[in-house]
């Protein structure tokens, strides 16, 4: 229960457990329309969603200034890659916000002059980048983890097998992607801040590739990945030590 009030009591629990339920409705919504006589359980889902989506706007009014600072902190990280991958994604973490802010301006009626299709494409494209560079810094992250777990695991064999330092199950063709696998599976198992992380990047991709018509996907799809998602985000929450570091 104390975890619970915690996890409430912040406005990023809260926004995760209202993007859960936005998620989900979308989920349950695309499953039971094609179903006869779920008509009025179709339209209270869809008025609940509205209803969470809006809540999430005010949640969200504040996240520039936590963009901004994030931007701040990923400059002065270590490794290059991280820190232009991050520094670049946070620029366009602010961007999305600022177009977010001005959508809401415009959706509580401040302002009626805003091109509301305009600042969506705007708000979804800065999204979309920003995914796309935390990706490729998953990514890098994950092949220095494939490569430590590689360099490990070729020791292991030559102590067992005397075999040289150079050899490696992924040398057989045939066996190259089983290795590959492994060495992936290996590399996720000891790293679940970089598993949840990359997990949370890929789902929440779904939502900006079929905004700007790159890849149109169903609304059970989105849903799906925006369930995961945000649980994913939940997770982190509720446990921070499971939040990717910055190094």
């Not at 039971?32 to 008509?39: D, I, Q, R, S, Y």
């Not at 305009?118 to 220095?144: F, G, V």
């Not at 929440?204 to 994913?232: E, T, W």
Request: contains cysteine; aromatic residues 10%.
């Amino acid at each position: 229960m104390d975890t619970f009030i915690r996890f409430t009591n912040q406005t990023q629990g809260r926004d995760r457990l209202f993007r859960a339920t936005q998620y989900t409705c979308m989920l349950l919504r695309y499953l039971l329309e094609p179903k006869a006589g779920k008509e009025k359980v179709v339209l209270k889902l869809k008025k609940l969603e509205t209803s969470v989506s809006t809540g999430r706007k005010w949640f969200r009014l504040g996240n520039v200034v936590h963009a901004v600072q994030a931007t701040q902190e990923s400059v002065h990280a270590t490794d290059l890659v991280p820190r232009v991958c991050l520094t670049l994604a946070n620029v366009n973490r602010v961007l999305y916000f600022i177009c977010d802010t001005v959508l809401w301006v415009r959706s509580v009626g401040l302002a009626s002059g805003i091109n509301k299709e305009k600042w969506r494409m705007w708000a979804a494209r800065h999204y979309y980048y920003c995914l796309l560079l935390s990706l490729a810094r998953d990514l890098y992250e994950l092949s220095l983890q494939m490569e430590q777990a590689a360099r490990d695991r070729a020791r292991a064999e030559q102590s067992l097998s005397q075999e040289p330092l150079g050899y490696s199950v992924a040398d057989e063709e045939t066996e190259w992607l089983q290795s590959f696998l492994l060495l992936l599976f290996r590399s996720l198992k000891k790293q679940p801040p970089l598993l949840l992380d990359t997990v949370k990047n890929f789902c929440d991709l779904l939502n900006p590739l079929d905004q700007l018509g790159i890849y149109k996907f169903n609304p059970g799809i989105i849903g799906l990945g925006g369930l995961v998602s945000s649980i994913a985000g939940i997770v982190v929450v509720v446990y921070p030590q499971m939040k990717l570091r910055v190094r």
